[in-house]
């Protein structure tokens, strides 16, 4: 199985431990907050399902009818998630509102709350793994899941400490007013979530940095060339396709552009992990920049 693959099951497995928990903790308290980190948590696990599929779908080599591969699968994943994550929050604004107009006493209040920190502590962990090696590993659905859980461990924290004040003060409406914050987060995190999956199914641009890398790695290996010019990159899951054009002199044969794309191409994918690269050669009439140099 896929290293990729295995930390998407996982996220399943840890998901499901920590729903049970949270909605154990919610069960003996009667808790609105608790209510909406247990919900939060099914969402997790719903998600995590969805990634551990678009990871398995984005593995899939090229075929005929996806010459350029299967990435893609895992934003679709990702936007999926920012959706439940809206119908998330949506359920829990709700069951705050019906709180906050006939409060209710909690029942074992500290238990709960030891219970459900135990959970958030479980998922803490989980969350700092998936970040570090989803970024590792250029994975959009584990980073996506990363994020999600990141929300999830903040809201419980909060939760934790609001709910802690409801014997203390005697304010019962403190729980719905925490969960209603928690829905307003969640929210807000699902938003940038779909925003940033949108974008790259949408073939936005490499980051800044990805690009200036593959213009210094064109500039350091395209000796013999005259210019290089009309540099397109985008994102597809974990790949990175680079574009661009070559001008060579037009004394060079055919044998010796091809043999210099091909230095191109390697030098390229050793500096750039994960890379797909295409390269369009040119006489030297294209050129844009008049005895131009091996530069975009």
Same mark, same amino acid.
């Given at each position: 199985?896929?290293?990729?693959?295995?930390?998407?099951?996982?996220?399943?497995?840890?998901?499901?431990?920590?729903?049970?928990?949270?909605?154990?903790?919610?069960?003996?308290?009667?808790?609105?907050?608790?209510?909406?980190?247990?919900?939060?948590?099914?969402?997790?696990?719903?998600?995590?399902?969805?990634?551990?599929?678009?990871?398995?779908?984005?593995?899939?080599?090229?075929?005929?009818?996806?010459? *350029?591969? $299967?990435?893609?699968?895992? *934003?679709?994943?990702?936007?999926?998630?920012?959706?439940?994550?809206?119908?998330?929050?949506?359920?829990?604004?709700?069951?705050? *509102?019906?709180?906050?107009?006939?409060?209710?006493?909690?029942?074992?209040?500290?238990?709960?709350?030891?219970?459900?920190?135990?959970?958030?502590?479980?998922?803490?962990? !989980?969350?700092?793994?998936?970040?570090? *090696?989803?970024?590792? !590993?250029?994975?959009?659905?584990?980073?996506?899941?990363?994020?999600?859980?990141?929300?999830?461990?903040?809201?419980?924290?909060?939760?934790?400490?609001?709910?802690?004040?409801?014997?203390?003060?005697?304010?019962?409406?403190?729980?719905?007013?925490?969960?209603?914050?928690?829905?307003?987060?969640?929210?807000?995190?699902? !938003?940038?979530?779909?925003?940033?999956?949108?974008?790259?199914?949408?073939?936005?641009?490499?980051?800044?940095?990805?690009?200036?890398?593959?213009?210094?790695?064109?500039? #350091?290996?395209?000796?013999?060339?005259?210019?290089? $010019?009309?540099?397109?990159?985008?994102?597809?899951?974990?790949?990175?396709?680079?574009?661009?054009? #070559?001008?060579?002199?037009?004394?060079?044969?055919?044998?010796?552009?091809?043999?210099?794309?091909?230095?191109?191409?390697?030098?390229?994918?050793?500096?750039?992990?994960?890379?797909?690269?295409?390269?369009?050669?040119?006489?030297?009439?294209?050129?844009?920049?008049?005895?131009?140099?091996?530069?975009?």
């Amino acid at each position: 199985m896929d290293r990729t693959l295995k930390l998407a099951l996982g996220s399943i497995v840890v998901g499901a431990i920590v729903l049970g928990l949270k909605y154990f903790a919610y069960h003996i308290t009667g808790s609105i907050a608790l209510y909406s980190d247990a919900l939060e948590s099914i969402i997790n696990v719903a998600t995590a399902v969805a990634a551990f599929y678009a990871i398995r779908l984005s593995s899939i080599p090229p075929d005929a009818n996806h010459p *350029y591969g $299967h990435h893609k699968a895992e *934003y679709i994943s990702a936007v999926l998630e920012g959706a439940l994550i809206v119908l998330a929050a949506v359920s829990i604004l709700r069951e705050a *509102y019906g709180a906050f107009i006939a409060p209710r006493p909690l029942e074992a209040p500290f238990a709960g709350l030891v219970i459900n920190g135990v959970a958030s502590l479980i998922n803490g962990a !989980w969350c700092f793994v998936l970040f570090r *090696y989803g970024r590792r !590993w250029r994975s959009p659905a584990l980073v996506a899941d990363a994020r999600h859980l990141r929300t999830d461990v903040i809201s419980s924290a909060t939760v934790i400490v609001g709910v802690m004040l409801v014997p203390l003060t005697g304010w019962l409406q403190i729980d719905p007013i925490l969960a209603a914050l928690v829905a307003v987060n969640v929210l807000w995190s699902g !938003w940038k979530l779909m925003r940033e999956s949108i974008g790259g199914l949408m073939d936005e641009t490499a980051p800044e940095d990805t690009v200036a890398r593959v213009r210094e790695v064109i500039s #350091l290996h395209a000796e013999g060339a005259l210019e290089a $010019h009309d540099l397109r990159t985008r994102h597809a899951g974990r790949m990175t396709f680079i574009d661009f054009h #070559l001008v060579v002199p037009g004394s060079m044969t055919v044998s010796e552009s091809h043999a210099l794309c091909d230095r191109l191409e390697e030098a390229l994918r050793n500096g750039i992990e994960d890379t797909v690269v295409t390269i369009h050669v040119e006489p030297e009439e294209k050129a844009k920049h008049p005895g131009g140099v091996p530069v975009i």
